[in-house]
């Protein structure tokens, strides 16, 4: 695959950048940015992340630099740090349908009988109106609608009949030989011939009832012979009807679903066991309960490898509300698929979920106590390690190596500064910060006691500052995942602020004793201000207010 593709066009230098992952694609972009000409245009294409020194190399050209991206991490990334970057929406994306579903339709032919039982027996109750439709020899009794009402006590199952007035809650069966058609609110039936060799006719059911009931429609066609139903799909798609057709591989009779699969007009195919959850799904006026969140979660954790089942539920269904609102699906269940299916829209939902609100000496209290008391007794330690899990952005592990710096321990010390999210880490080893931000930072750095002029641990780039070398190099920031990976190392101190108050009871445990495990025999642990081990067997406290702890040998 090509990484980095340029083109001179009208004096202009037009860059796609879509992987910079090796050395060779950082030096090959760092010297198509040394351009004299006019102006740059770039563009980075599913990439959420980039170098300091990329950034650095951009802000010498800002002033004839045009800034174009894909990914919305990147871009706000940038945007803090000074950059106009221009959002690149996904074309190929097709406009969502709302479906607010108050009729379905079910049409099918040979083998449908156990598909129509399947999908009635497991039908919550509602308000719905259901139309069901299958092919009939003309000269039969068809016993479908008896056969349907043992398999529900939720809905009255009527074989349907002319100037049939649709009420709630209620199945209807098309008759042989007829065509049942939905006109302002009232059944008919039809003689009109054949339509796709069948009387009844699901196309002719599917499109009067589309043309009725717009975007409250689903239709669903299941297994059969023939083709009928596949050319009414078209309309039911121009009326933003919702059309899902069953999984071919679960039928001997396929030809039907192939052929509607082949007009590209349906919005899913899906088993009839995920028919059945998306019909729920769309009736519970809740999708956010904590059940269906719980199997997300689950699904979530064996797609992808995260872990986020021992979360607080409550947080985390916060985040995925937010989310949700934002992706705008017809409802959860294809809001789920979507997670599921795409590794990207999965991304930018993991870091919704990921909390990474921080700043140099958040809470100066604290980092005053850690100043004046507890590094100091560190200096009886000829290697110092330190701790910072959950480090997000990388201002507390960096607030750490200042003042180790100020007490003369820094040279000795090694902060291991880590967190669940990969790319908020590449953010932080970069160590750049907005200019905007500056302001809080002094003012929180003076406020812990800092006794140095600040703007020496930085390197100023205009409208952003960057953490000086000997700062960065005491840093090491790499991926840890507290709830399923084990001990690093021994520490003397370790610093786990605002991130436990994510976890449930039993998750906080196993990350208590993991920190026990960790720790030196005189080590301290400081928690956020909201999280507390007062009491605890594991730990004694030395600082209530500040919520600093000892381990208990």
């Known amino acids: 695959m090509i990484n980095i593709v340029s083109q001179e ?7 796609i950048v879509q992987n910079i992952e090796k050395e060779e694609d950082i030096k090959k972009l760092l ?50 740090l000074g950059f106009e970057v221009k959002f690149i929406r996904n074309q190929n994306r097709i406009k969502r349908k709302k479906l607010n579903l108050e009729y379905l339709a079910i ?55 002319s100037d049939m007035k649709i009420e709630n809650s209620t199945i209807y069966t098309a008759p042989p030989g007829k065509h049942m058609i939905i006109i302002g609110g009232f059944i008919f039936l039809t003689n009109e011939e054949k339509r796709n060799f069948s009387k009844p006719s699901i196309s002719i059911t599917f499109e009067t009832l589309s043309n009725e009931y717009k975007n409250n429609l689903l239709a669903i066609l299941v297994c059969g012979y023939g083709s009928d139903g ?25 030809p039907m679903l192939e052929n509607a699969i082949k007009t590209n007009y349906y919005d899913e195919i899906l088993s009839l066991e995920s028919i059945n959850k998306y019909i729920n799904t769309c009736l519970n006026n809740d999708p956010f309960n904590n ?4 199997e997300f979660l689950n699904k979530i954790y ?8 021992g979360y607080n539920l409550e947080h985390i269904k916060r985040r995925v509300k937010l989310f949700y609102s934002n992706l705008k699906p017809n409802n959860f269940l294809e809001f789920q698929n979507e997670v599921l299916s795409n590794k990207n829209i999965f991304k930018d939902l993991f870091f919704n979920i990921s909390v990474n609100i921080t700043t140099f000496y958040r809470n100066p209290e604290v980092f005053k106590k850690l100043k004046d008391t507890l590094l100091p007794k560190l200096d009886s330690f000829l290697d110092i390690k330190i701790w910072c899990a959950g480090c997000s952005s990388g201002e507390e592990p960096y607030s750490i190596a200042i003042f180790l710096k100020e007490i003369g321990l820094l040279n000795r010390s090694l902060i291991y500064a880590t967190d669940l999210n990969e790319m908020i880490l590449k953010n932080a080893k970069n160590g750049l910060y907005s200019k905007q931000n500056y ?33 960065k190099q005491r840093i090491l920031f790499f991926r840890h995942n507290l709830v399923e990976d084990r001990k690093i190392n021994d520490f003397q101190l370790i610093f786990c602020r605002n991130v436990l108050i994510y976890f449930d009871k039993e998750l906080k445990e196993n990350i208590f004793k993991l920190f026990k495990q960790s720790l030196d025999s005189y080590g301290f642990l400081v928690l956020g201000e909201s999280e507390s081990l007062d009491n605890h067997e594991k730990f004694l406290t030395i600082d209530k207010k500040n919520r600093i702890y000892k381990r208990k040998i």
């Open 439 to 471: 302001k809080q930072f002094l003012k929180n750095y003076y406020q812990a006691g800092g006794s140095e002029s600040f703007s020496k641990y930085f390197y100023d780039h205009g409208d952003f500052v960057e953490i000086n070398e000997e700062i």
């Open 291 to 294: 059940t269906q969140l719980e």
């Open 31 to 80: 010297s198509l940015l040394d351009y004299e000409k006019k102006s740059i245009e770039i563009n980075f294409l599913n990439i959420q992340t980039i170098e300091s020194e990329i950034i650095l190399a951009l802000n010498k050209i800002k002033s004839h630099l045009c800034i174009y991206s894909n990914e919305t991490t990147l871009k706000n990334y940038l945007n803090q």
């Open 230 to 254: 596949s050319d009414s799909l078209k309309l039911l798609q121009e009326n933003e009807s919702t059309v899902i057709i069953e999984d071919p591989k679960e039928c001997e009779a396929k």
């Open 107 to 161: 049409g099918g032919s040979a083998g449908s009988l156990k598909k129509f039982i399947d999908i009635v027996e497991n039908l919550p109750y509602s308000q719905m109106s259901i139309f069901i439709i299958m092919h009939h020899r003309s000269d039969e009794k068809s016993s479908l609608s008896q056969i349907l009402q043992t398999k529900t006590a939720y809905y009255k199952v009527v074989e349907a009949k």
């Open 302 to 309: 064996e797609e992808y490898g995260y872990d986020y089942r």
């Open 9 to 15: 066009v009208n004096n202009t230098l037009k860059i």
